[in-house]
């Protein structure tokens, strides 16, 4: 323990005995489930228990079910009518609460997922500020809505409105700011929301439950804890949700929407796998390409969704791109979180090390090497990243988002190549495309954005800025995330309609000088 510096020691077990239900932390006394870190906080190695979470079922589920429904009351709920200046009141005093929460936040995502220290620091504080962007959007998209048009005869005010009541279940690699990116605009539109925390970095959000419970309305949040087969699907069943928000695996996403009774009523939010590419032409700035391949296959380990899983590499520059690139790997250092200078840190899922094995052991059957010296090397936490070359069809590890440390590189002669591997393969979330002669990069962005929906040029894969829209096509994604799209997927445009007749245009008139109404109004917030 001498180690671990003391500010991110584990002194106390969290044991989370409480849940949030219309606005009420209650009590849990029921089952629990032990939650480990798989990092070891003694000398000889073995996980660390963190703490428990309760383990709950279709008791819980329903009561959530229908504290939200009554929350949305069928749109006649405080939450759903309240004004838009209100809702960003209760947003503002929750984001104020949250901050005071960062050091707890930061060191449980440590010792959860085993993300850095400086990768955890940047993960909550990004989280904020998406949120503070998040209110600013809404303001902005409430300011261009705030007015009457006339066209042919009729007066109409177009605004948007929550659809209603929101499953909301995040990933464990961004248990904080992708489950946000889900969780407030769905809240900020008004729709009350039911949310299950990822099956690692759980504990993280119990230091947030108050500010969740003093900030908004009973009912507008409720939180569960347990496997998502015994509480998501009960929820899904009851038919009463009208938004999947998911990030995380498309079988699940299936597996939940073939639960709901009324499929054709569900609306659909899902970022789900990619498998993006790396395209490596032959004039590219290779220490740049090298350096953003590294950093875009292994940040956190290649745990995300928008890591480089694949590298195409063209022949005549794979010999020394493979070298350099090998070296360049092995340089990466392990360690614990919190030390400094790390960039691989131990894996949050015990059964990963053994996965990436089986890869590894499946690539080489079918003719690929390990070029790498530490490639695969294993630790009781870990495996070290493994670059794979050459990499064919026939290996799994070619179509597989892998979702951990192993780098699979092929070569291409012509650029119909990977352009025909990716047109083929089921997803389409982003690639990254290394060159500069704008007579080769020209006609093949033009061909890309067709493929994929976001083209990075000399850089890897990402999610951010915020502002930007993420999404995917084919298997990647449904629905567009950003500051400004994520509102409008959690929302649906609806309006107030009159002809244009002076007895209408009175009422109109009497309704705007009284502010009796939440929905026809012209107030601009600052």
Known sequence: MNTIPQEFQINSLLNQDTYLVNGELKKWTGKT???YST????????????????????IEAMEAVNAASEAFSNGQGEWPTMKVVDRIKCMENFVGQMKATRAEVVKLLMWEIGKSLGDSEKEFDRTVEYIYDTIESYKELNARSAH????????????????????????????????????????????PVIFKPAKHGVLLISPLLEAFRSSFPKGAINILYGRG?????????SGKVDILALIGNSKSAIALQDQHPNKNRLRLVLGLEAKNPAIILPEADLDLAISECIAGSLSFNGQRCTALKILYVHESIADEFNKRFSDKVDSLVFGNPWEKGVSLTPLPEQEKP???????????????????AKGGQHSENYIFPAVLFPVNKKMRVYSEEQFGPVVPIMTFKDIQEPLNDMAESNYGQQVSLFGKNIKTIAPLIDSLVNLVS???????CQRGPDVFPFTGRKDSAVGTLSTNDALRSFSIRTFVASK???????????????????FINTDYIL
């Open 33 to 35: 489930t032990p939650v």
């Open 39 to 58: 990092i070891s906080s003694t000398e000889k190695y073995e996980p660390t228990l963190l703490g428990s979470i309760p383990f709950m079922g279709e």
């Open 500 to 518: 244009d007749i002076d007895y209408n245009n009175k009422i109109l008139q009497d309704l705007l000088n009284s502010k009796e109404s939440n």
């Open 229 to 237: 087969r015994e509480v998501a699907s009960p929820v899904m069943k």
């Open 454 to 460: 976001r083209v990075n040029l000399n850089s890897s």
């Open 148 to 191: 009457f048009s006339k066209v042919q005869g009729v007066n109409a005010m177009v605004r948007r409105s929550p659809l209603g009541i929101v499953l909301c279940l995040g990933p464990y690699n961004y248990p904080l700011n992708e489950t946000f990116s889900l969780l407030i605009p769905a809240i900020i539109m008004g729709n």
């Open 354 to 372: 053994a996965y990436i094995q089986e890869l590894i052991d499946d690539a080489t059957s079918h003719g690929a090497k390990v070029i790498n």
